[in-house]
C-alpha cells in the first residue's frame, strides 16, 4: 500500500465521521506490544526479533473530527507526549440530540475499548501502525 492509500484511508475515517448526522468523538488507543511474564522460550526469541507479544494499552485520547487534519499530526502529537507505540486502535462515539457525546461517555468507551484491547478483542477497531498504515488485525 502506497502512503497516498493510507493517507486516504485515515481521511476517509475523518470524513466519515465529521459527516454522521450526530456530534462524534474519535477514539484513539495507542498499544505497544509486551512479552507476557509466562513467555516460552520460543515466544521470547520470537519477541526479541521484533514478533509475537502481547498487546498493551499505553495511553488514549479522543478527539472530533476537526481536531484532526492529518494521521501524520496525530502520530506526532502522541510521539511528542506518550511512550513508543506500535499500533493505534481507533473507534468513532456519536452524540445525541445534536449534542456530542458527554466527557462521562468518552471515558466509559474509553475504558471499554481498553478492556477490549487487552482481552484481544480487536477486530471491531481500525488500527493503524506508526506510520500510517491501515492494519487488519481481525
Known amino acids: 500500500?502506497?502512503?497516498?492509500?493510507?493517507?486516504?484511508?485515515?481521511?476517509?475515517?475523518?470524513?466519515?465521521?465529521?459527516?454522521?448526522?450526530?456530534?462524534?468523538?474519535?477514539?484513539?488507543?495507542?498499544?505497544?506490544?509486551?512479552?507476557?511474564?509466562?513467555?516460552?522460550?520460543?515466544?521470547r526469541e520470537r519477541?526479541?526479533?521484533?514478533?509475537?507479544?502481547?498487546?498493551?494499552?499505553?495511553?488514549?485520547?479522543?478527539?472530533?473530527?476537526d481536531e484532526l487534519t492529518s494521521f501524520a499530526a496525530l502520530a506526532d502529537e502522541a510521539r511528542q507526549f506518550g511512550p513508543p507505540w506500535q499500533?493505534?486502535?481507533v473507534a468513532g462515539l456519536g452524540g445525541a440530540g445534536g449534542q456530542p457525546p458527554s466527557?462521562?461517555?468518552?471515558?466509559?468507551?474509553?475504558?471499554?475499548?481498553v478492556d477490549a484491547i487487552k482481552q484481544g478483542r480487536v477486530a471491531g477497531f481500525a488500527a493503524y501502525d506508526p506510520s500510517g498504515r491501515p492494519l487488519d488485525l481481525s
Open 1 to 43: 500500500m502506497n502512503n497516498d492509500t493510507e493517507a486516504s484511508h485515515f481521511a476517509q475515517l475523518l470524513q466519515a465521521a465529521a459527516t454522521q448526522p450526530q456530534p462524534q468523538r474519535l477514539l484513539f488507543v495507542f498499544a505497544g506490544a509486551e512479552l507476557p511474564a509466562d513467555a516460552t522460550p520460543a515466544q
Open 103 to 113: 466527557d462521562a461517555k468518552v471515558s466509559q468507551a474509553l475504558d471499554g475499548m
Open 87 to 89: 499500533v493505534v486502535f
Open 47 to 65: 519477541f526479541d526479533r521484533g514478533q509475537g507479544g502481547a498487546l498493551a494499552p499505553l495511553m488514549c485520547v479522543d478527539k472530533t473530527p
